[in-house]
């Protein structure tokens, strides 16, 4: 996998501060603009009023439910296609199933190693990236 630096905006979807900065720090890290935003409701605004290249979403959220938030970001008319990753603290295979079945592209639990979030983001930015450009021939 590449390290080159992946020039992609990232909307962060986490209540937690402490959460936000480690997902904010580790995107930037490889080259990606971050934007946050602390519960369900302003998740969907943020996602609505910009054009992300992935959505790192919580799912216990203040306000609207990750699976809510995923469900809007689904449904929207010109970017319903966004990769959305959930980061999240349930690990029950139900949960994981549901996050899947409503159109998440991953699924990484909480505590996470930060390697292993990197290369997921970037597999998942990649892998729509090459979608689109292959797409187009």
């Known amino acids: 996998m590449s390290t080159e630096p992946l020039d992609a905006a990232i909307l962060v979807i986490?209540?937690?501060?402490?959460?936000?900065?480690?997902?904010?720090e580790a995107c930037r890290s490889m080259g990606c603009r971050v934007s946050s935003a602390m519960d369900g409701e302003a998740g969907?605004?943020?996602f609505?009023?910009?054009?992300?290249?992935?959505?790192?979403?919580?799912?216990?959220?203040p306000k609207m439910d990750?699976?809510?938030?995923?469900?809007?970001?689904?449904?929207?008319?010109?970017?319903?296609?966004?990769p959305v990753v959930m980061v999240t603290a349930l690990q029950n295979a139900d949960d994981r199933a549901r996050a899947l079945e409503l159109g998440a592209d991953d699924y990484v639990g909480k505590p996470f190693r930060l390697g292993d979030l990197r290369s997921r983001v970037r597999s998942v930015i990649e892998m729509r990236r090459m979608q689109a450009e292959f797409g187009s021939l």
Request: proline fraction near 4%.
């Open 44 to 46: 969907v605004e943020a």
């Open 14 to 24: 986490e209540d937690d501060k402490f959460n936000i900065k480690l997902l904010t």
């Open 48 to 61: 609505e009023g910009s054009a992300p290249d992935l959505v790192l979403l919580d799912v216990m959220l």
């Open 66 to 82: 990750g699976f809510g938030v995923l469900a809007r970001i689904r449904a929207h008319p010109e970017r319903g296609d966004t």
